[in-house]
């Protein structure tokens, strides 16, 4: 089955983290790669260290990517160095050939490597940014064994995928503290 959580409420990667936890309980092998992501996050340093059959990998940079219009000034000034804006269709060229050689690498990895849950954490999102080919994110998915459970998550899915999952997850977003200037909390939101 191919599942896909999007949206933009809080708990994609959640989620996903949530069923890779089911799954190892029972039994199963487990792969992961995370998208637009560097190990910055506190769930990384117990994923990588949790299970021998579970494998954790990421690719990208450790700073916040935003289309033109995405933010306002102020969050940009906010943001400052960590943020790096790029005009709508035209995003950085090395962090697209670092997201592609990402992709291929988590084609590779679940071909071969007898997983039952691959999750593309983010995979949306680098999609939504043109990171990432359709036609790339097509041929991983068929690479990937019919046997294993296949999840990707992250905001802005596209409507092509929605239509060839099997079960879509859509997070909306009620309330949310960051609205408050809450930024985001160390073992809570990273």
Known sequence: ?????????KGKTTAAIGLAIRALGAGKKV????????????EQKVLREFAPQLLLETTGKPFFLAEEGMLTEEERRKWGD?????????????????LEAGLQRAG???AGGGYDLVILDELNVALAFQLVSRE??????????P?????LTGRKAPSW???????????QEVRHYYRQGIPARRGIEN
Do not use: W
């Not at 089955?1 to 409420?9: A, H, R």
């Not at 792969?31 to 506190?42: G, R, T």
């Not at 046997?147 to 999840?151: K, N, P, Q, S």
């Open 1 to 9: 089955m191919l599942q896909v959580y999007t949206g933009n409420g």
């Open 31 to 42: 792969y992961i790669m995370q998208f637009m992501k560097s190990f910055a996050y506190s």
């Open 82 to 98: 960590e943020v790096v804006v790029f005009p709508k269709g035209k995003p950085p060229q090395e962090y697209k050939a670092l």
């Open 108 to 110: 590779e990895v679940a």
């Open 136 to 145: 790339a994110a097509e041929e991983v998915l068929e690479k990937i064994p």
């Open 147 to 151: 046997a294993a459970e296949v999840v």
């Open 161 to 171: 995928l929605m239509e060839r999952a099997d079960l879509v997850t859509d997070m």
